[in-house]
């Protein structure tokens, strides 16, 4: 009987050596995971933990998830109200996502072969908006209103450039909007502040009482037929002018935990896929909110942006590159499957590694799990001076002191899960 030729029997050692190595990286640190408890922490309000385990991973972690630290880290420090802490981290984070927007060719051969999860992660176009209209807050919050109109200016350029150039089918995002236009109206430049609440009006579709400066703004810059059809809008928003002694409060509530990535499973646990796709998934909060200003009746916030639909928009938006590029890494699965079983004589085995590289190919799963759900408003003109305001959330209170000042308007920022 004639024995197998001598490189059959040794070959199929060293095949599965490298099975085994492609298997492997692709299990390498779930930053997903290995955070769930800083976010837990994040989530209670014990935010000084969360950020120091978020600065640990984004200065000792693996390298391809240290975008998504450095977000995580600078969201902690902005809904814990260390807003210059907060202001450098997402710089940074800025920084390294356009760095990681040059595409790597070694990096996505690799993981054609092993996983999704393998490269740098990049952000979704949403989560680098966001960067900036943080920015924009923590700004406010600091009293750096230039720097502020920067950054909002920077999310509506970046969406226009998404829109046009990039044909995408996205909208922009009605909360940076309403925000420039509070900038700008606090800034005294009324006409510019009436385009931009008028955007925000048309991007959300019913403001609710937020449109009160829209209204009065539209007739103090004299444009009739736009008060005309505002008033059929909001019939019951009085366009009365502000008092010499009359301020203003915008409370911004980031409400919420934005959606979290499965790989489309109903128990999102892992299983063998020949085309791997993300998708995103609500995740339970609490949506009782109410607030309140000195003891007053509670007041329903406005919801301007839900990043509940934006994120699910954004990601569907690359469902057909996905795609594309899952078929070409089947493609070669299949053709490394069938070398692995010519090495050693086996269609079993072949079939056996085509199985386990399969398994391997799980969709990445990152994503900016710190974002709140959605960004929540409430509007009132009251004297100037000390105020008491409450958010009630599901039974539960929690109370700020701000100040007013005559006619400007005073932003106050509120986290709520």
């Not at 990286?25 to 955070?35: E, I, K, L, Q």
């Not at 406010?140 to 150039?165: H, P, S, T």
Request: net charge neutral; proline share 4%.
């Amino acid at each position: 009987m004639t024995s197998p030729p001598a490189y059959r029997s040794s070959a199929w050692p060293v095949a599965l050596a490298c099975l085994v190595a492609v298997l492997g990286s692709g299990c390498a640190g779930d930053y997903v995971a290995r955070t769930r408890d800083l976010r837990r922490d994040y989530e209670d309000g014990r935010y000084d933990e969360a950020a120091r385990g978020f600065d640990k991973e984004a200065r000792g972690g693996k390298e391809i998830n240290k975008l998504l630290a450095l977000m995580d880290q600078g969201m902690v420090l902005h809904a814990s109200g260390k807003y210059e802490e907060s202001i450098k981290v997402l710089a940074e984070a800025d920084k390294l996502s356009q760095q990681l927007d040059v595409v790597s060719v070694s990096e996505e051969a690799k993981v054609l072969l092993s996983s999704e999860r393998e490269k740098a992660y990049r952000g979704e176009d949403f989560e680098k908006l966001m960067v900036s209209v943080l920015q924009a807050l923590n700004y406010d919050q600091l009293g750096r209103y230039e720097d502020a109109l920067v950054e909002v200016r920077r999310v509506n350029e970046r969406m226009l450039k998404m829109i046009r150039d990039e044909k995408k089918p996205y909208q922009q995002l009605a909360i940076a909007r309403y925000l420039s236009g509070v900038l700008w109206e606090d800034a005294g430049h009324e006409d510019d502040a009436f385009i931009d609440y008028d955007t925000a009006n048309q991007l959300a579709g019913d403001l609710g009482s937020l449109a009160e400066p829209l209204v009065r703004l539209a007739k103090s810059t004299g444009r009739d037929e736009a008060l005309q059809a505002l008033r059929k809008q909001y019939p019951t928003i009085k366009p009365l002018p502000l008092a010499a002694s009359e301020g203003q409060l915008l409370v911004v509530v980031e409400a919420g935990r934005v959606p979290e990535k499965t790989n489309g499973t109903w128990h999102g646990e892992a299983k063998a896929e020949l085309i791997a796709i993300p998708v995103f998934r609500d995740r339970p909060w609490t949506r009782d909110l109410g607030v309140s200003v000195n003891g007053g009746e509670p007041v329903a916030l406005t919801p301007v942006t839900s990043l509940e639909d934006v994120s699910k928009i954004h990601l569907n938006d690359r469902v057909g590159r996905m795609v594309a590029k899952q078929l070409a890494a089947l493609a070669i699965r299949a053709g490394v499957s069938a070398g692995i079983g010519a090495a050693t004589d086996s269609k079993a085995l072949g079939a056996l590694a085509f199985l386990a590289l399969s398994y391997g190919n799980q969709p990445d799963l990152r994503s900016w799990l710190s974002l709140p759900a959605q960004f929540e408003l409430a509007r009132f003109r009251l004297p100037p001076g000390k105020h008491q305001v409450a958010l009630t959330t599901g039974g539960k209170q929690a109370t700020r002191t701000v100040e007013l000042k005559p006619r400007r308007v005073t932003l106050l920022v509120l986290r709520s899960h």
